[in-house]
């Protein structure tokens, strides 16, 4: 059976505003939604029952929401500068809050072994965190320089009752002030750590973890460029930049890198530019980082979101309003079949709306702007969440 021969969807309606972002875990089969009025839904995957609504800060909007990875129970809310940590054990409380950005913040991800958090915002800055030694509140940076520092060393301040630990790093002061002795204390531990990195001239949509590699990241931004950098060394180990067909000095639909996506386990990266176009890389040796692999068919507006659900599939999704599904390695059996979406349009996709190749599987008409996706693979169908312009979170099953 050809994917797409069939297809169930339901509308969830959680929020009052815009839905911005939607994440999901497999782990205990749950789901998360930010919308644009500061709110987040947490529901099942199962039966879409509500299990928590919260408002984590100020009516910030949610841009992002994700789950950690080994900690299933912890998730991650980033609302303007801010990033706040929940525990679904209990959800009436804030367990931490990381507010080391200056502007607004776009993604989140926390590597595979829930050990690193790296975030990236509008002033193209990406910054790292060691979630295993910060604490989150206890941890503070400054800038000191106006370029790297080349140099990194402890200092030890003593007072009479307060110990201050010291870390100079990437231009940054990053400290943390403890209460631990009646006097003077004479030993100096490594309490956290902290490195923030501007990788971009202009805004960086979306940061992801490259899978296996423990210390590296790509990240995307509105310079149309993706730099692949492990967060340890002060240069990128690769920049991938899109060259665009159109000469001139006036561009239409430039290709703004808008999303990037990994899966744990899987050598592709995919990125959705603004120019419709969707792009899959795959990674080499350490030494050759991430070549070109294969251009999916094109979005007629901007590729606004993109995910791997099970690191050889990939889902797009347009300002166009449509999704396209593509099988990397499978290849498709009934050559490409157009969807059918009741959830907000009763129209059926034609073939003459996108470039299509020989990977598109499936495609269909959502019919409104796509602001995120995310999806995974069960045993017998592709389940998919998609949020766009309205309240609604559309859950497709496509089989």
Not at 288 to 313: E, I, W
Request: glycine letters at 8%; one cysteine or more.
């Amino acid at each position: 059976m050809a994917i797409g021969s069939e297809i169930d969807n339901e509308r969830i309606e959680y929020h009052n505003n815009t839905v911005l972002t939607v994440a999901c875990c497999t782990e205990d089969h749950t789901v998360l939604s930010g919308a644009e009025d500061g709110s987040v839904a947490l529901f099942s995957s199962k039966d879409n029952t509500l299990l928590h609504r919260i408002t984590p800060g100020p009516v910030d909007p949610v841009n992002c929401v994700t789950f950690n990875p080994r900690e299933t129970a912890k998730f991650y809310c980033a609302l303007g500068e801010k990033i706040f940590v929940y525990d679904k054990r209990q959800l009436n409380d804030v367990c931490d809050t990381y507010a080391y950005h200056e502007e607004e913040i776009n993604q989140v991800a926390v590597d595979e072994k829930g050990q690193y958090m790296v975030s990236c915002d509008d002033d193209g800055t990406v910054i790292c965190l060691d979630l295993t030694k910060s604490g989150g509140k206890s941890v503070s940076k400054h800038t000191l320089h106006d370029n790297i520092c080349a140099s990194v060393q402890w200092c030890l301040v003593n007072t009479l009752y307060t110990t201050i630990y010291v870390l100079l790093c990437n231009g940054y002061v990053v400290f943390s002030k403890h209460t631990l002795h009646d006097n003077i204390c004479a030993s100096v531990q490594w309490v956290c750590s902290v490195s923030k990195h501007t990788l971009h001239d202009n805004i960086c949509a979306s940061v992801q973890w490259v899978p296996g590699r423990s210390s590296e990241i790509v990240s995307g931004g509105m310079d149309c460029k993706i730099h692949h950098r492990d967060v340890y060394k002060s240069r990128p180990l690769k920049t991938l930049t899109e060259k665009t067909e159109q000469q001139g000095i006036h561009i239409i639909n430039p290709p703004f890198v808008n999303c990037v996506s990994t899966y744990w386990g899987s050598r592709y990266m995919v990125a959705g530019y603004g120019s419709g176009t969707v792009k899959v890389w795959r990674l080499g040796s350490k030494k050759v980082g991430y070549v070109p692999f294969k251009s999916l068919p094109r979005h007629n507006a901007g590729a606004g979101c993109v995910c791997l659900v099970d690191g050889t599939t990939v889902v797009s999704g347009g300002n166009d309003g449509f999704i396209h599904i593509s099988e990397l390695e499978r290849g498709h059996t009934n050559g490409h079949t157009n969807g059918h979406c009741n959830g907000h349009s009763d129209n059926i996709a034609s073939d003459d709306d996108a470039d299509i190749d020989d990977t598109c599987t499936f495609k269909l008409l959502h019919g409104h702007k796509i602001n995120w996706l995310s999806g995974f693979r069960d045993t017998s169908c592709i389940i998919l969440y998609a949020c766009d312009e309205s309240n609604v979170v559309t859950k497709y099953s496509i089989r």
